[in-house]
């Protein structure tokens, strides 16, 4: 599915670009559409930070994130890389003691944090020593209002001043002259539309795993199972554990080991952050109904054959289609992944006993018998039993479906 994110240049006193304020858009009009400002923060993480990075957005620079009062308390910010983005605090979070511990919270976390479109109270007081950028609309407070509060916030030498809708000439030499450190505004440039492909999910799924998950004692086989049922949101899954959010320790050689690592709460967070993020069913793709049966091929076929390594066998069937899925080269794909060097050579077409399994199931599916013997003949199994097989893979994925 086709997805969009606007990004809208941070310019220094230099005029040069230091980072990007990254907006949420669901089609190619650029404007924000008519959804909650957490659905809003929570599609701009799946689609974006849970699929190609934030970094690949912005070039490599530093994203400013929007959050608002109600991203804050579902915590979507523990699915941003500190190092990676600012958390920009919406102009409509109040300056309350509940808000306040959230934000201590983010700020010991390592969270560079951003006060939006700020009009001063002294409730704002005490936030500022956690505060590292304040940003100023001069469309909606002028220059002379505002200079008695940047004379103020300049005695507080750890935050930077940001000036925001600079449309003229004019309007960039005032905030110079003011001081103001960093610049965003038509005068510099327009958010410039982004389009690209992400994998749509099954949200059946989603609610399964959810129910899973919120049980008192969840079974982490049962959710692994579940997540193999989707590319989609296998994908995602993995793609949080490599995302910088937190490291990686080891390599992922299975789902159930990527749920473990996970962590129940961090499970938790992550089905209620895809739910937040789609609250509308939608059909999975046929590509990623093949992806299913194919995990279920090739796992079958390694029991017979290399038993140690049916789950990595599984993965690689399952991540099989990823570069058809998304119109992307497999190779970019896979460096966002945190997969074990076999599975990575297989899906890069290098030839190990992963490689082999998949090409059996390749040529079966395609009846290309040649290459169908030469594969079987590596693997030392016969060609007659893969109907049979296949027939299993094709009742499993058809089964686990019918019961959800």
Known sequence: MAVF?????????RQQVVAYELLFRDSLKNSFPDVSES??????????QLNLGTRHITSGKKALINIGPESLKLDLCAFLPTHDVVIELLETMEPTDENYEFCRELFHNNYKLALD????????????????????????????EIAPVVNKLKKHKKIKLLAEKLETADDYDKAYKMGFDFFQGYFFAKPKMIQH?????????????????????PDISEIAGLFSLDTALAYKLLRLINSGVFPIKSKIGSLKQALVYLGHERLKKFVSLIITAHSAQSKPAELTRL?????????LIAQR?????????????????LDAILDQPMEKLLDRLPFPDEIHAALMQEK??????????????????????????YLSIESADLPKIYENAVNWSDSCR???
Not at 6 to 13: E, G, I, L, T
Not at 119 to 144: C, H, M, N, S
């Open 402 to 404: 019918q019961n959800l």
């Open 197 to 217: 492909r992400d994998i749509d999910y099954n949200y059946a799924l989603v609610l399964s795993i959810y129910a899973e998950v919120m049980r008192p004692d």
């Open 291 to 299: 992806c299913v049966v194919r995990a279920r091929f090739c796992e």
């Open 39 to 48: 659905t809003a923060t929570a599609r701009l993480i799946m689609e974006n």
């Open 352 to 377: 190990n006993i992963l490689y082999y399994i998949l090409e059996t199931v390749k040529a079966y599916e395609t009846g290309s018998w040649w290459a169908l013997e030469q594969a079987v003949a």
């Open 305 to 321: 054959v290399a038993k140690q390594q049916t789950g990595e066998a599984f993965l690689t069937g399952l991540f099989s289609l």
């Open 5 to 13: 994110v606007a990004r809208q240049a941070v310019f220094n006193r």
């Open 117 to 144: 479109d700020f009009v001063y109270q002294p409730e704002w007081d005490r936030f500022l020593k956690l505060i590292r950028l304040i940003k100023f609309d001069i469309q909606q407070t002028p220059f002379e």
